[in-house]
């Protein structure tokens, strides 16, 4: 399986979006500061994913979460968890 994923950043409360066939170990990855563009903003907190049999569809995903109408959408699937959501 592959998963587009969103990670909260407890720091300063902003998103990332990402993809990965292991999300365990990405989340880990994102954590432990093993990312290069996360590890300032660590810990993250996993908030959501969908699993996807297809890589191409997890990429496809992950790069509509990242348009403006994406982030619309995401917003608007987590509005009653995660109020405070910034981008």
Known sequence: ?????????????KLYIGFSSDLKKRLCEHNDGLVVSTKHR????????EAFKQKEDAMRREVYFKTNKGKSSLKQILRNS?????E
């Open 82 to 86: 995660f109020s405070g959501l910034k």
């Open 42 to 49: 660590r810990p993250f907190e996993l908030i959501f994913y």
């Open 1 to 13: 399986m592959y998963y587009t994923y969103v990670l909260q950043s407890k720091k300063d409360d």
